[in-house]
């Protein structure tokens, strides 16, 4: 599994396949980033020990229509005054109020009181998520010969590589666990360690399909008769037969198991253009538009709750955060992915803020901008902004000297504004319910000990901390030396 997020998921499930970390010194600089997150963690009541971060009422943004500024106008601002624009946060939303475990300023997760995360922390049962996978049905699909002529057509499309983009098996807990921690107003994961997010440069080296292009325009409220008038135009299937399928649905929508039939019977009768277009409609319809209709994973709680903790106590030492560096011959980086602004598909749109995940693209992380407004032209700001939005993220951010890198009030000012856990940690480690609530994000927000350990760590505590302490000091020293074999055996005793 590769990626940024391939290294975490390898992290939460165990460690055995974790590459080990050399004593490099980019590595001991990294170490102590991660200090600072281990601290806070420590700490018994960190709300007057976190002090509120200082920042001017004069905060400017980047801009995109008016967020990303033109070419010739970037000369106009002194670089100092833009990089102190963007690491300073916006005390005019100090006055917002708070939730316990959630963030302290509401400017930026605006909607955190609907979200499942505040649910969780205060102990609600969500009920049962469901996955939606089709993997097994395009495994099944793939295996039908394609003629050269139909290969042809999906190749010129760009979209032959999601035919073998598709898992089988889906660790549901695991993306229960993540989906927990996404946020649409930023359009990221909300991590103990800051932000991450899918990043255009993963679609291109993860999914091989270009982040290039226009977007795509859907056709808006499709009645039932065009759904079957396109069937009968475009997939070759009569109008009887679209008909059929259309009343069946009761809805402008294909089952995949009609258009596999469909795509069979086109090959059997030569009509290979209209079964390039059924091949390719099943295609995106089992992989990055898959239904939710149909083809569901259900999972129960007691496999999220494991995964949720294991993300409640992610380090720096869990994450590559550049994971394709040294795959760059065979996946070039592609400079689209540090665009920002809005991205759309059909009616839906959503922001793209490379500048809250900059560690993803090896830069040093600061406190970004607020989020900016969806723009009036969304298709207008991505075709002729692109050039100068990627020359000011150069500008602006620069790149780290070591993994994982921060700003020295970015962990102060994550912690006011977003909710770095989900599980309250009297709940997650001493069994206890809310009974000792947080009244600060800061309390919760990087694994500091709960109430209920003020008699003392249980046994159960100490031999999980322990294991985790052997798991990261095996993978900071040398294999097979001495301090190795060492830590190896107490892998095993204690079944790291």
Not at 12 to 30: F, L, M, Q, V, Y
Not at 77 to 106: I, N, T, W, Y
Not at 256 to 272: K, P
Request: aromatic share 8%; net charge negative.
């Amino acid at each position: 599994m590769r990626g940024a997020f391939g290294q975490i998921i390898r992290n939460i499930i165990g460690g055995d396949g974790a590459e080990r970390i050399p004593p490099t010194t980019s590595n001991r600089r990294r170490n102590e980033a991660n200090r600072q997150i281990r601290h806070r963690r420590r700490r018994q009541d960190i709300h007057d020990d976190v002090p509120e971060p200082q920042m001017e009422e004069d905060v400017r943004e980047p801009q995109m229509e008016d967020d990303v500024p033109e070419p010739q106008m970037e000369e106009d601002v002194p670089k100092s005054q833009l990089e102190e624009d963007v690491s300073e946060p916006q005390m005019e939303h100090a006055d917002d109020a708070g939730f316990p475990g959630g963030p302290m300023l509401r400017h930026v997760l605006t909607q955190y009181e609907h979200h499942v995360a505040r649910r969780l922390w205060e102990g609600e049962d969500r009920g049962p998520l469901k996955v939606i996978t089709h993997g097994l049905k395009l495994k099944k699909f793939s295996e039908v010969p394609v003629p050269h002529p139909v290969e042809r057509w999906i190749r010129e499309s760009g979209l032959l590589p999601l035919s073998s983009a598709y898992l089988t098996m889906v660790d549901a807990g695991l993306v229960s666990a993540f989906i927990e921690r996404w946020h649409r107003e930023t359009s990221s994961f909300h991590l103990p360690f800051g932000e991450m997010t899918i990043t255009l440069d993963d679609v291109a080296t993860l999914l091989h399909i270009s982040p290039n292009g226009k977007f795509f325009d859907a056709p808006v409220n499709m009645s039932t008769n065009n759904a079957a008038r396109a069937a009968h135009e475009y997939l070759g299937a009569t109008w009887e037969e679209s008909l059929a399928e259309i009343n069946f649905n009761k809805c402008a929508q294909y089952r995949l198991q009609w258009l596999r039939d469909l795509y069979s019977r086109l090959i059997q009768t030569n009509q290979f253009e209209c079964a390039a277009r059924a091949y390719l409609l099943h295609l995106v319809g089992s992989t990055i538009f898959a239904d939710k209709t149909a083809g569901s994973t259900n999972t129960s709680l007691g496999s999220v709750s494991g995964a949720i903790e294991r993300l409640d106590a992610l380090l720096l030492d869990d994450v590559l955060f550049t994971p394709y560096d040294d795959d760059r011959a065979n996946h070039p980086f592609d400079d689209i992915s540090m665009f920002s602004g809005y991205l759309r598909c059909g009616g839906v749109s959503v922001p793209y803020l490379p500048e809250r995940c900059l560690r993803q693209f090896g830069r040093i992380q600061c406190i970004p901008p607020d989020v900016p407004p969806r723009p009036a032209s969304i298709d207008w700001v991505w075709q002729t902004t692109m050039q100068s939005s990627v020359s000011v993220f150069r500008r602006l951010y620069h790149v780290a000297s070591f993994p994982g890198e921060v700003t020295e009030d970015y962990y102060p000012w994550y912690m006011y504004v977003s909710h770095p856990l989900i599980i309250p940690r009297s709940t997650a480690h001493a069994g206890t319910s809310s009974e000792h609530p947080s009244h600060h994000p800061s309390s919760a927000a990087h694994v500091g000990t709960s109430s209920a350990t003020h008699a003392g760590p249980s046994s159960s505590d100490r031999d999980r901390r322990t294991a985790e302490l052997v798991r990261r000091g095996i993978n900071l020293v040398e294999s097979f030396s001495e301090i190795y074999e060492i830590l190896s055996e107490l892998c095993l005793m204690y079944d790291v």
